[in-house]
């Protein structure tokens, strides 16, 4: 049965990537990978469904519904209040040619550090980044790869950041958003030096592979620049919501959901005139969040229906005792589940699932421990089936032939480094 059980768990997380890559309903594919790991591993389906599997969906949908809605909420009011448009045309057009390319990372950085969607910034950065790029004459196949380089750092590595891979690990960890400091710095660093080499590398080739006709594949939805230049709050008042946030959470210490409900609410307050109907922001705000908590809680139900199967004190004990240093046995585990799932949240839950304790029983520093695995949790995730790699080709247009392997760069392999980087510096700051 030991046997069948491992099977099953192989044949389900084979599901899962293809379900992700096909983009079947998630609820839908989680409920058939633990079926199927059900009847391989003798245990009654239905007892399965309303038991672990409900079990672990119950456990991170209680737990996060909150900061999936009012984070949802947060990203809501800047949209539709024109700031989030404000804040990346400002910045934007405020560089010269000589540091354009540079702010247009930094915009993204800027957005998603505050807690902004990388879902909603698309929207924005997008325009913008057409524009720039025909006039830098840079090939539209390399927006993908170089728009996604202000996604990494705020989302994984730089503490502090408001973003749901800097937040889920403190409550495994009873860490704080400011976890390892000095390391996440230190990598966000080393990412952008060498995104910066890869950026200068590509570009000796770039006017050879400029295609002006590229650029009208693109589907985004055209801005009304003269419309939102009219309505939109000034640019100090659109970044005092984020900075607001950002102090009373890191800061003042305030629970992440009553600071984003103060930084929504005051938002709201100062950006009345621009917003149209507040209630129908709200609503839709929180709707918004509804979705994502589902598809990562139901991920979540899997980890749990796994953790009843026979095969899984085999598969962990497997994994605990490989034959190398336990940090790297961290890396490994967050890796491989990273890329089944396509998802570095609904993989980083699953991880700390079933394996948090085990890794802090190994001694390892907390801070040590959040930093590494929200960081490692970014780079297997990004293969073709991720979420987010899937709007920016779709949005954008280019195709996955011409632009992924720079995406791959940026988001794989780039974030692969770090993480290496993060484990010899843990030697010297833990």
């Avoid at 699932?353 to 907390?366: I, M, Q, R, T």
């Amino acid at each position: 049965m030991t046997v069948l059980s491992g099977i099953g768990i192989l044949i389900g997380f084979a599901v899962l990537m293809f379900g992700a890559w096909k983009k079947v309903n998630l609820l839908v594919v989680t409920l058939v990978v633990s079926a199927i790991i059900a009847v391989f591993s003798g245990m009654n389906v239905a007892e399965v469904w309303t038991g672990p599997y409900i079990d672990g969906f119950m456990g991170f949908a209680g737990k996060y519904l909150l900061l999936f809605c009012f984070g949802a909420l947060f990203g809501k009011v800047l949209e539709d209040s024109g700031a989030g448009w404000r804040i990346a045309n400002t910045i934007a057009s405020k560089a010269g040619d000589k540091w354009s390319l540079a702010t247009f990372v930094a915009v993204t950085l800027i957005l998603l550090y505050g807690g902004v969607s990388i879902f909603v910034i698309v929207f924005f950065i997008l325009p913008i980044g057409k524009s720039l790029f025909k006039k830098l004459r840079i090939p539209w196949s390399y927006f993908p790869g170089i728009a996604m380089l202000g996604t990494i750092p705020p989302v994984g590595m730089l503490p502090g950041s408001l973003q749901l891979l800097n937040i889920i690990p403190t409550s495994y960890f009873g860490t704080t958003l400011m976890a390892a400091p000095a390391i996440g710095l230190s990598v966000t660093v080393l990412y952008f030096i060498i995104g910066y080499l890869y950026i200068k590398w590509i570009m000796k080739n770039s006017e050879k592979h400029f295609d002006l006709e590229e650029f009208s594949l693109t589907q985004s939805i055209e801005l009304d620049e003269a419309a939102l230049n009219e309505s939109a709050p000034s640019f100090w008042l659109s970044i005092l919501p984020i900075g607001l946030a950002l102090v009373i959470i890191n800061v003042l210490k305030v629970d992440i959901v009553f600071g984003l409900i103060i930084a929504s609410a005051v938002g709201i307050a100062i950006f009345k005139k621009s917003m149209g109907n507040v209630l129908d922001t709200v609503n839709a705000g929180v709707a918004n969040g509804i979705l994502p908590v589902i598809y990562v809680s139901v991920v979540v139900g899997v980890a749990r229906t796994v953790a009843v199967a026979p095969f899984f004190e085999v598969m962990k004990n497997f994994l605990l005792n490989l034959s190398i240093p336990g940090l790297f046995k961290v890396v490994a585990t967050t890796s491989i589940l990273s890329a089944m799932t396509g998802s570095s949240s609904g993989s980083m839950t699953m991880i700390l699932e079933l394996f948090g304790n085990d890794f802090l029983s190994w001694g390892y520093n907390p801070e040590l421990l959040h930093r590494l695995i929200s960081t490692a949790s970014l780079g297997f995730d990004s293969l073709p089936w991720n979420s987010v790699v899937v709007v920016f080709f779709t949005l954008s247009g280019v195709s996955y032939a011409k632009g992924y392997k720079h995406v791959f760069a940026t988001t794989v392999l780039m974030p692969l480094v770090c993480t290496l980087a993060i484990i010899l510096m843990g030697s010297v700051f833990y």
